[in-house]
Nanobody, 126 residues
Framework: QVHLVESGGGLVQPGGSLRLSCTAS????????LGWFRQAPGREREFVAA????????LYADSVKGRFTISRDKTKTTLYLQMNNLKPDDTAVYYC???????????????????WGQGTQVTVSS
């Protein structure tokens, strides 16, 4: 049973930056997908960014490409989402997620992820 705990959300002005963190415990499988998703009020949960457990593949939604960066610490315990040049449309609850044994073709699909963090609110407003 993988347990994910998120931190780092908050209120920021347009153009500002935030870094989200997601710390994992209980992981037992060597290959998995890691993802960040978000959900705004009245909208579907959507893909933001993801990476393979190998760290060699990173994928981004077109809406965040060039502004957000997904990364992981050397211990492979903590996943990060660095968010720069934030816009009001980025306002949402952000979730980290893990898909044990996930494959590349399903990495953007939130329904394939088995484990989720509790979510953290990001609000971009002046």
């Amino acid at each position: 049973q993988v347990h994910l705990v998120e931190s780092g959300g908050g209120l920021v002005q347009p153009g500002g930056s935030l870094r989200l963190s997601c710390t994992a415990s209980g992981r037992t499988r060597p290959n998995y997908n890691l993802g960040w998703f978000r959900q705004a009020p009245g909208r579907e949960r959507e893909f933001v960014a993801a990476m393979r457990s190998s760290g060699r593949t990173e994928l981004y939604a077109d809406s965040v490409k060039g502004r957000f960066t997904i990364s992981r610490d050397k211990t492979k315990t903590t996943l990060y989402l660095q968010m720069n040049n934030l816009k009001p449309d980025d306002t949402a609850v952000y979730y980290c997620a893990e898909d044990p044994g996930g494959i590349l073709s399903s990495i953007r699909v939130w329904q394939h992820y088995d484990y989720w963090g509790q979510g953290t609110q990001v609000t971009v407003s002046s």
